[in-house]
């Protein structure tokens, strides 16, 4: 008797989950593969980044999320190659997996156009470890303004800036600001955390390129009114050790978020497919990789294409082209014909501020306390697991009436700093 396929999904974020579990019920057995044990709810990332919510909010053992499934095992291991002749994925610590189909939604980091050094000083947000760094240099910058007595010192310190003005950088630098205007000031003594710096970069000639330009607009009013300084149509040329260099001017800060373009991971090289340039396999519209009928690539790591357009790289393309990847296994092991990947863009949506939010849902342009409250019910209803949810939903209840942060720990010890001045500081209370 012939063995059942065998279907190996490399990552479980967006994409892989909702591949595995559109294989549910399929005649095939599915292994997961991914680095770490959890899925993430990355959307939500910055608010982990920026201290409102807990890792564990917005994360789920994928193990849990998959327990149900009894053609499906899951494996914690990096993969460290694909052999697509051979059929094969070898991981790091020796494994190799024999596949009859390969769904690879490995997803993407951030870009930093031919600058790797940037990374040091810049670290992007695309998992849940990156979330934690940026939290720790974000709570370290008014933990070190406090102890300093040099003017100068003090204003780097409390100076943030964001590079990339798409969703991420301007949820991010829309949250900053209402912290350290109403969260911080009465934790500190020696300095006013309601002055901090925050500057938005952004080289393209409007903040949200996705959504139409009245939206947009909408965005950049908004933040100002936050207090956020935009720096719009400006490229970054450079980036230090707490500094960023623009066109014709340096900006001293220590610290520097980056949240500008995407980049895969070495994964899809192992395909002889076109790709673009930031590595992007260019499948067929049924998702598979050209010449490679069994391999199908998902998520972030694919140029999608649905009815002649590129479809963005967002949580819901990968949601719906996982899905298409799955259906399209159990088409081919049943002798159907494959269907074609169709997006279907249920919105687009961008937090800014209490109340402040703006985006698009079926069509219609939304901003302000509807476009808020949109937001809140759709990333609730996705995130996956009850307790995430009740969970998130009483941070956010906190946080909103007390401006408070319940996660403000900096759990990765910092480097040994030197004593801020030779003179005793003197409390001021």
């Known amino acids: 008797m012939r063995a059942e396929p065998r279907v190996v999904i490399i990552g479980a974020g967006f994409g892989g989950l909702y591949a595995a579990r559109a294989l549910r019920d399929a005649p095939v057995h599915v292994t997961v593969l991914d680095r770490t044990n959890h899925h993430v709810f990355q959307p939500l990332l910055y608010q982990v980044a920026t201290a409102t919510l807990a890792p564990s909010d917005i994360a789920v053992p994928i193990r849990w999320l998959l327990r149900k499934q009894k053609n499906t095992e899951v494996l914690m291991a990096e993969v460290e190659s694909v052999d697509p002749r051979a059929r094969v994925v070898s991981c790091r610590d020796g494994t190799r997996v024999d596949y009859d189909f390969l769904i690879l939604a490995a997803g993407a980091r951030h870009s930093y156009f031919g600058h790797a050094e940037w990374e040091s000083f810049a670290p992007g947000l695309k998992s849940l470890e990156d979330a934690i760094e940026l939290r720790r240099r974000w709570l370290l910058a008014f933990e070190r303004a406090e102890r300093t007595t040099n003017e100068s010192d003090r204003v780097a310190e409390l100076t943030f800036v964001i590079v990339g003005g798409g969703p991420t950088g301007v949820e991010l630098a829309g949250m900053l600001p209402t912290i350290a205007r109403f969260g911080l000031p009465k934790d500190f003594r ?178 302000g306390w509807l476009a808020w409250w949109t937001w809140l019910f759709v990333h609730i209803m996705y995130l996956a697991g009850f307790r995430n949810r009740l969970s998130v939903l009483l941070e956010w209840g906190y946080s909103f009436f007390t401006y408070d942060r319940g996660a403000r720990l900096i759990t990765v010890p910092p480097p040994p700093v030197a004593p801020a001045s030779s003179r005793t500081i003197k409390p001021t209370w």
Do not use: C
Not at 210 to 222: F, G, K, Q, V, Y
Not at 264 to 279: I, K, M
Not at 312 to 319: E, I, L, N, Q, S
């Open 190 to 367: 020696h300095i006013d955390t309601s002055k901090a710096r925050i500057v938005l970069i952004e080289a393209g000639p409007r903040l949200l390129p996705a959504m139409p330009e009245p939206l947009s607009a909408r965005a950049a009013r908004d933040l100002e009114e936050l207090g956020v300084e935009l720096r719009i149509g400006e490229r970054v040329t450079n980036v230090g050790d707490g500094f960023v260099q623009l066109d014709g001017e340096r900006i001293d800060a220590r610290t520097i978020f980056w949240a500008a373009g995407n980049a895969v991971g070495g994964l899809a090289a192992a395909f002889d497919a076109p790709r673009d340039r930031s590595g992007r396999v260019r499948v067929l519209d049924d998702l598979s990789v050209p010449g490679y009928p069994e391999a199908f690539i998902v998520g972030d790591q694919a140029v999608l294409r649905s009815r002649g357009a590129d479809v963005p790289a967002v949580a819901p393309a990968a949601m719906q082209s996982g899905r298409t990847a799955a259906r399209n296994i159990v088409h081919t092991v049943r002798g159907e014909g494959r269907e074609r990947f169709r997006y279907r863009n249920k919105g687009d949506l961008a937090t800014i501020g209490r109340y402040k939010a703006v985006g698009v849902v079926a069509g219609r342009q939304l901003s």
